[in-house]
């Protein structure tokens, strides 16, 4: 079973940058598409951005586009560690953030997978990390 721990958030002034990362234990990330999701009390859960290991680039909201990228780590054969850097950081990007993961079965698959929307649609979920923006 695929355990996700997220880490690296913190306070930071606006204008600052962060990276927050998603590390898996259990099984790797091989075969799932991962999610960086973030919630601010009262507002629904807002899907960031979807990795799969096997496309080029990652799937970004308009949101964080342009501010936001996504990169893996590999500890020896395995990618188990998917990080999230936060640049230019305002005060709407105050929220706590959330990685969650989903089984997309094979490499074509996975290349082709389209990345729920829904925080409850990804199978395994990891506990969240507060980010807060001051300006």
């Known amino acids: 079973q695929l355990q996700l721990v997220e880490s690296g958030g913190g306070s930071v002034q606006a204008g600052g940058s962060l990276r927050l990362s998603c590390e898996a234990t259990?099984?790797?990330?091989?075969?799932?598409?991962i999610g960086w999701f973030r919630q601010v009390p009262g507002k629904e859960r807002e899907r960031i951005s979807c990795?799969?290991?096997?496309?080029?680039?990652?799937?970004?909201?308009d949101s964080v586009k342009g501010r936001f990228t996504t990169s893996t780590e590999t500890t020896g054969n395995y990618k188990n560690k998917l990080h999230l850097q936060m640049n230019n950081l305002t005060s709407d990007d105050t929220a706590t953030y959330y990685c969650?993961?989903?089984?997309?079965?094979?490499?074509?698959?996975?290349?082709?997978?389209?990345?729920?929307?829904?925080?409850?649609?990804?199978?395994?979920r990891g506990q969240g990390t507060q980010v807060a923006v001051s300006s």
């Open positions: 990795n799969t290991n096997f496309r080029d680039s990652a799937d970004l909201a």
């Open positions: 969650a993961a989903v089984f997309c079965y094979s490499q074509n698959l996975c290349r082709e997978y389209v990345c729920p929307e829904g925080f409850d649609a990804y199978t395994y």
């Open positions: 259990g099984p790797t990330f091989d075969y799932y598409a």
